[in-house]
């Protein structure tokens, strides 16, 4: 037996999607479940498949089947295609699986000709009309069929408007619109060398045809092509009886939302034109109304319309982006699919569904994707519609920011002390202008990565930047930006987002970062079913605070060393670095002490007994001292200007020497992390010193602390049992002096492959693994991140050498298998053995699907994708559930 190449709308349903497109399956469904669906029928996607395989010609079986279901549908209808006492008229739809664009445009009105819009004429005791939409089926038809440009019927029609002294297309008469298919009907004999078909079968088999050729135009196959959609996959065709919006002020055609699409709010939303076909809503000619209008002027339709959204709602569990048609009073559905949305409003959706026992809370939290809630997380513009862009750069941090622009870190923090909202517009930025980047809403650079200084530290301070926008070129001295032809000038407004890389001319409107009650809700629930922790990486009391707020079980990773930048503290680091002695060190170190101990009680008092992990200084020391070019720069400089004052000069030479042999071939695999500790152990006692005292402060207070001390960069197991060694001395000294006792863990961070590798080793010397997974990433790779984003990153991923970027989603094959292998090995030595990880994976979705996977305990992430990770960790639960 053969299988059918055509299906009535009736015979079909949602399931056979595959087959009957999209569009297709939804006009079945719909037409199954009794709703008025004008009645069709779908050709299918296999009568596509075998269009082109028989060389671009109509399979006999499908031009058989096609006039088998036009008898059916005359029959159905009462009316007759050709027949000018009723004639028939259809609409010919593409519709693949995947809606998408490039496909050929809808026809309308096909069946008509120079007899049957007579007989329509007749029958709807209206020429007017009939006439009107005979121009347009040939318009349409000219246009997508037989390939004429759209823009010459336009000319046309505008020049008989303009002889006749008219303003709309509605004012045309009768009359005018026979003189304008007159001439479309001579315009294509010439253009084309063929006649408009008289003859709606013909008609009908070229647009059919036509709408398959339109699989493989060039622009559906760029849009296949980046998103990845099959090319073999063919599209389906729906011939539809024609419904008329146009037959006067009891008809028109919009298009519904079943709850608003921007807020989720659940209320009907949607525009319709009174008197219009097809794509007038949307074509812009005329100003459509919003949807409540229609109560007042068809309040019957509108009922029968909030009752079939509902239904629709409830059918397909999820909001519906409705087309209707009203002709003469009766409501007609002629599309619904499943409506896009904002990401607050896919949130608020997805939770009233819940509440309104449509889906249940698994569905609900399958539906939103992570990354939309760290969106909503940040500042983001209101509603942006069609505009855009002025020029694009990175996307390096992620908020929207609209403000006056400035040009350098001096001026943006005098505007903004005058209470200025700026923007701060740079070729790039320099540990110089953080004053700048902290007064600023938003950063622009031309030039660098994501890396880039203004990128880093923006991300830190969770502000929008846009990096590499190289389209801009900046004039500082005079204050101007030019790009895209259009120049601006200090204190012009612009938008900025960060999230998308776009920059606006202008200022847009902003939403607040918040959690909205509904994502508390939903995140609620992901609480509930997630098996992993989720924790943060926070180094300030600050970020501290903002992560619980947003969920977090805990600090993951404490960075030390960020607490030594700070401007007071840097010359005390410098003193101990510079010391000659180990006595001068250690006189630098006491200074050190009180500091960081409050630093430790901060953390401790905002984390009120969840568990703090800090890890030992990491960084190597050069990283503490000014630049070594500078100061021979400056150095020569004075010189040369004779400023040479003795004591100076000497201090001055001995920072080169200092600088000089702190420097490293390569810093990254250098003198840093565990081996500084171990080479200068009193800078490891220090910290630890002060993480026992700031936990007795607490505790006096009744504040329970639970810290975590975490040694960085561990490759042989001796490096952590000597470190080991030394933190537990300190600690027992520090209990015998103060007599009271503090639970701690010590443990290491998993980031040299060496300590993968021999992770059943160090796990006896350890309570916890933490997976370094920025460090271990590049050093399985031997990629320095930097070079590699800044150099041939973009290139591998772009040709496909690597599959996605590894500092972004975690490589499962090589790094997942040190992972897989460390945890494994880690608690055979160790059952009690806790892993989690802490690198930037922490905070990303398919990384912490995999980190559910090899079953680590907990993941880290910075403050703001704390909420997208507890979303994340619970999807990778029901995502095993449902395996
Ligand atoms: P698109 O995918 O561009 O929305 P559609 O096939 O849905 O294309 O149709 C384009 C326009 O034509 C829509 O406004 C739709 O409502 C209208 N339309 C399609 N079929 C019919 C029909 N049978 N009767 C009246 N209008 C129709
Ligand atoms: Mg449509
Ligand atoms: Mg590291």
Known sequence: MTVKTIYSFAEGKAEWKELLGGKGANLAEMTRVGLPVPPGFTITTEACRRFFAEGEQLPEQVARELREALDDLQEQTGKWLGNPDAPLLLSVRSGAVHSMPGMMDTILNLGLNDDTVEGLAKQTGNPRFAY????????????????????????????????????????????????????????????SKRPFPQNPLEQLRQAVEAVFLSWNNARARVYRKIHRIPDDLGTAVNVQAMVFGNRGNDSGTGVAFTRNPATGEQKLYGEFLLNAQGEDVVAGIRTPRPIGELAESMPEVYEELMMIAKRLELHYKDMQDIEFTVEQGKLYILQTRNGKRTAQAAVKIAVDLVNENVINREEALMRIEPEMIERLLHRQFAELGERKPWVKGLPASPGAATGRIVFSADDAERWAKAGEAVILVRPETTPDDIHGILAAKGILTSRGGMTSHAAVVARGMGKACICGCEELRIDGKRKQVTAAGQTLHEGDRISIDGGTGMVYLGELPLIEPMLSAECEELLAWADEVRRLQVRTNADTPEDAKKARAFGAEGIGLCRTEHMFMDAGRLPVMQKMIMAETLAERKEALEELLPMQKEDFVGLFRAMEGLPVTIRLL?????????????????????????????????????????????????????????????????????????????????????????????????????????????????????????????????????????????????????????????????????????????????????????????????????????????????????????????????????????????????????PYRVPLARLAAAQAEIARRSQ
């Not at 989690?836 to 699907?849: L, Y």
């Open 132 to 191: 009107d939409c005979y121009r347009r089926l040939i318009q349409m038809f000219g246009n997508v069929v037989l390939g004429l440009d759209h823009f010459r019927f336009e000319q046309i029609m505008e020049r008989h408007k303009q002889v006749a002294g008219l303003r709309l297309d509605t004012e045309l008469s009768a009359k005018h619109l026979q003189a304008i298919i007159e001439e479309y009907q001579g315009f294509i004999l010439e253009k």
């Open 618 to 862: 990491d960084p190597p020391l050069h990283e503490f001292v000014p630049d070594l070019e500078e100061l021979v720069v400056s150095q020569a400089k004075r010189e040369s200007m004779g400023d040479v004052d003795p004591q100076q000069r000497k201090q001055q030479e001995q920072w080169i020497k200092k600088v000089r042999a702190l420097s490293e071939a390569n810093p990254m695999l250098g003198h840093r992390g565990c081996r500084l500790a171990l080479t200068y152990p009193e800078i490891a006692e220090m910290q630890v010193e002060a993480i026992g005292l700031a936990a007795a402060e607490c505790l006096s207070q009744g504040i329970p602390v639970q810290v975590e001390i975490m040694v960085p960069l561990v490759g042989h197991v001796n490096e952590l049992k000597r470190l080991r060694q030394i933190i537990e001395g300190v600690l027992a000294r520090h209990k015998a002096a103060n007599g009271s006792s503090i639970a701690f863990r010590v443990g290491t961070m998993i980031e040299v492959p060496r300590a993968a590798l021999t992770a059943d080793e160090i796990a006896a010397e350890a309570d916890f693994f933490s997976f370094g997974t920025n460090d271990l990433t590049q050093m399985t790779f031997g990629y320095s991140r930097d070079d590699a984003e800044g150099k041939f990153l973009h290139a591998y991923v772009e040709e496909k050498i690597l599959p996605e970027n590894p500092f972004m989603v975690l490589d499962r094959d090589g790094v997942g298998k040190l992972i897989r292998w460390a945890a494994e090995q880690g608690r055979k030595t160790n059952p009690q053995l806790k892993l989690g990880i802490c690198g930037e994976h922490g905070g990303e979705q398919k990384s912490i699907q995999f980190c559910h996977e090899v079953g680590l305990d907990y993941v880290s992430c910075s």
